[in-house]
């Protein structure tokens, strides 16, 4: 079955970087485009970054463009979010997702806490 696990959260200082993985299993990951998404508490879950499946396009929320970069490795089936610059507005959980013919997957996310 597909599975979606997001590490790599943590707890860090204004101004410091983290990076998220989600390790995929249970389909084709080269074949399709993946997400990151979070959800601060009190808040709507909102879209982060974007990448297609071969990694060549990738799109950001405005707010974290030039702090923020989407990657993947599809020889081991893993999206990657480097997170650099944070902010206390950063702090959220942090969830990755696919959108599969069989239907829309999500992860169970990973809490990131900006915080002095």
């Known amino acids: 079955q597909v599975q979606l696990v997001e590490s790599g959260g943590g707890l860090v200082q204004p101004g410091g970087s983290l990076r998220l993985s989600c390790a995929a299993s249970?389909?084709?990951?080269?074949?399709?485009g993946m997400w990151w998404y979070r959800q601060a508490p009190g808040k709507e879950r909102e879209w982060v970054a974007?990448?297609?499946?071969?990694?060549?396009?990738?799109a950001y929320l405005d707010s974290v463009k030039g702090r923020f970069t989407i990657t993947r490795e599809n020889a081991k089936s893993t999206l990657y979010l480097q997170m650099n610059n944070l902010k206390p507005e950063d702090t959220a959980v942090y969830y990755c997702?696919?959108?599969?013919?069989?239907?829309?997957?999500w992860g169970q996310g990973t809490q990131v806490t900006v915080s002095s």
């Open positions: 974007t990448i297609v499946s071969t990694g060549a396009t990738t």
């Open positions: 997702k696919t959108e599969l013919p069989s239907g829309t997957y």
């Open positions: 249970g389909f084709n990951f080269r074949g399709y």
